[in-house]
C-alpha cells in the first residue's frame, strides 16, 4: 500500500524480495501475491478518492486550465479503462493514474476491477522472478534499479508522441 501512495518506493525491488525472501524462508507465494495486490489496491483507492474529492483543489493547486482539464478529463473517459490496466503495469504510472481515474470520477467498481486485476499480474510476475532467481537477487535488483528511470522516461516519451500525431491528425481532419 505504502509503495502505491509513494511512487519513489519502487514495487520492482519491494516484490521482487518478497518472492526471494519465500523462497528462503518456505512462505505462501500466492499469499504474498494476494496481500501486496490487496495492499496496492488500497493505495490505489486512496489516491482515486483523493483525485475525486480535491479535483478542483489539485487544478488550482497546479495551476491548471480548466478548460484543457475538463478535456483531459473527456479523454480519458474515453480511454481510462484501458489507462487504468496498463499503467498498473508501468513504473511510478502505477500509482499515479490512480489520481486522473478519480479526478474524472471514473466507475469505482470498474477502477478496482482493473486495479486487481493489473496489480495482480504485476505482482505475480515480480513475486515470481524474486522467487526464481533466489540467491541471484542482488546482482538482478542492481539491473532492475538501473533501467526503472530509462523505462518511465521512455513510456513517457512514447505518450507524448501518441497525444501530438493524435491531435495532428484531428487537426488535418477538420481542414
Request: proline share 3%; net charge positive.
Amino acid at each position: 500500500m505504502i509503495e502505491n501512495l509513494f511512487p519513489p518506493i519502487p514495487s520492482e525491488i519491494i516484490l521482487t524480495f518478497s518472492g526471494f525472501i519465500a523462497k528462503k524462508a518456505n512462505l505462501s507465494l500466492f499469499l504474498i501475491v494476494l496481500f501486496s495486490t490487496l495492499g496496492s489496491v488500497i493505495g490505489a483507492i486512496i489516491l482515486y478518492y483523493l483525485g475525486y474529492f480535491l479535483n478542483d483543489k489539485i487544478i488550482n493547486i497546479l495551476k491548471l486550465d480548466k478548460d484543457k482539464m475538463n478535456k483531459t478529463i473527456s479523454e480519458f473517459n474515453e480511454n481510462g479503462k484501458k489507462s487504468v490496466f496498463i499503467g498498473r503495469l508501468a513504473p511510478i504510472v502505477r500509482s499515479l493514474i490512480s489520481i486522473p481515474a478519480g479526478i474524472a470520477k471514473m466507475n469505482i467498481v470498474e477502477f478496482i476491477v482493473l486495479t486487481t486485476i493489473g496489480g495482480f499480474i504485476w505482482n505475480s510476475i515480480l513475486i515470481l522472478l524474486g522467487n526464481m532467481i533466489g540467491d541471484n537477487y542482488l546482482i538482478v535488483s542492481k539491473y532492475i534499479s538501473s533501467y526503472y528511470k530509462p523505462i518511465v522516461i521512455l513510456l513517457m516519451v512514447i505518450f507524448i508522441i501518441k497525444r501530438i500525431y493524435k491531435k495532428h491528425k484531428i487537426v488535418a481532419i477538420t481542414r
